[in-house]
């Protein structure tokens, strides 16, 4: 199976690390050698169809900035769309910067590789946020898979469990806590009685929130992971302007006081009703198994017959969505012989 790696940041070079150390097991075990032929960054790209070494990719990104220095086979040449289509790897591993506004360059990215017969595995939340039915549709079209796993709960497989462990039974509702950065602050705020700036600022020290915060905090990043379960879970048509969202900015250290009184605490909860779905800030029951302290994410599944079940796992990390990810291409190979 060979694959182009779009992104070569923190998700890019986990993945690299790990299919270059699982390469035998992977083998022996389902049968494929997964190899990377083609990776780009923001600087440029480098390609061999033999397979790179990934050793000395990661040497020459750690050394230089850019794969684009890799001997001989690296070039000045990011433009992703255009390479993707003219590659004949069969899968495209998606990892590019999450945007809410346009979804660039990821979105043309999945679209190019869509459109050109290959499969594709996404870590970058922004396409799906946006686009997802019509990304789906396009998947279907073409008769190639469209998958991200990593896209919600890191390598804890919430999607999976929902799709795949429930045969038969009727989800009815979803909701729980798919950010760690903002669970985190929360978890602070409540602990040690920090302001929301003071919280944050020691989230970002820790490697825990990006410098520009907004996409968690504001609450975005939790909505798009509620638009790709609402789609993919529950068939529902959602993109990321039908939700209602409020993030966490205004929480103040005496709301969670407040709620710490009725034995509950502030958590941001993203929601799945019947026909609606929403972001916001709620006082949780601490006896509720939702209710889980620092970076960890929850999600409670109401189903018709079995009740409520609880997932519980950390949500996010290089590693961790990297193994979400190799179990992507690992369904594709089970599903397609690439
Ligand atoms: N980190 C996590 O724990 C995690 C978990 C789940 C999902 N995700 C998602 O996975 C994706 C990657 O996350 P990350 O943490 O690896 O981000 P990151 O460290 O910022 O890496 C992003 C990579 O994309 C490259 N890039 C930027 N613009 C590009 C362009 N126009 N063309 C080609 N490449 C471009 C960057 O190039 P340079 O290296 O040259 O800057 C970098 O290699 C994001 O969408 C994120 O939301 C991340």
Redesign the pocket.
């Known amino acids: 199976m060979r694959i182009i790696l ?9 993945l690299a690390q790990v299919l270059h150390q699982d390469a035998d097991r992977i083998t022996q075990a389902y049968g494929f050698r997964p190899q990377i032929t083609t990776i ?4 440029g790209s480098c390609s061999d169809d033999a397979g790179l070494d990934i050793s000395l990719v990661l040497k020459t ?1 750690k050394e230089y ?2 794969v684009a220095r890799y001997p001989r086979k690296g070039r000045r040449n ?1 433009d ?1 769309a255009h390479i993707i289509t003219n590659s004949e790897a069969e899968v495209v591993v998606e ?4 945007n809410f506004k346009d979804a ?3 979105l043309s990215n999945i679209k190019a590789a869509l459109a050109n017969g290959k499969h594709v595995v996404t ?4 396409p799906l946020a946006l686009a997802m039915p019509a990304l789906l549709e396009l998947a279907n079209h073409r008769n190639r898979q469209l998958r991200f796993s ?2 919600v709960g ?1 390598g804890t497989p919430f999607l999976d469990f929902a799709a795949k462990c429930m045969p038969g039974e009727r989800i009815i509702r979803v909701r729980g806590i798919l950010n760690g950065t903002t669970n985190y602050i929360l978890t602070r705020m409540e602990t040690a009685s920090l302001t929301f700036e003071k919280a944050l600022a020691e989230a970002q020290r820790k490697g825990y929130a990006e410098k520009d915060p907004t996409n968690d905090v504001e609450g975005f ?1 939790t909505a798009a992971k509620i638009v790709i379960i609402a789609n993919w879970v529950l068939k529902k048509r959602y993109s990321l302007r039908d939700l209602d969202i409020t993030g966490i900015t205004k929480i103040t250290p005496q709301k969670l006081k407040q709620a710490k009184a009725s034995n509950a605490k502030v958590k941001l909860i993203g929601r799945i009703e019947e026909s609606s779905a929403s972001v916001a800030p709620e006082q949780i029951p601490m006896a509720d198994p939702t209710c889980v302290p620092d970076t960890l994410n929850a999600l409670t599944f109401t189903t018709e017959h079995a009740g409520d079940i609880t997932l519980i796992g950390p949500g ?3 590693e ?2 990297a193994s979400a990810i190799v179990r992507d291409l690992v369904s594709i190979r089970q599903e397609y012989a690439t």
Not at 123 to 126: C, H, I, L
Request: zero cysteines.
């Open positions: 779009a992104g070569f940041g923190t998700v890019g070079q986990a780009v960054d923001s600087q990104k900035g850019t990011n992703s990892t590019t910067p999450t660039e360059p990821g870590a970058n939340k922004g990593g896209t890191g990043d996010a990390g290089g961790r969505t």
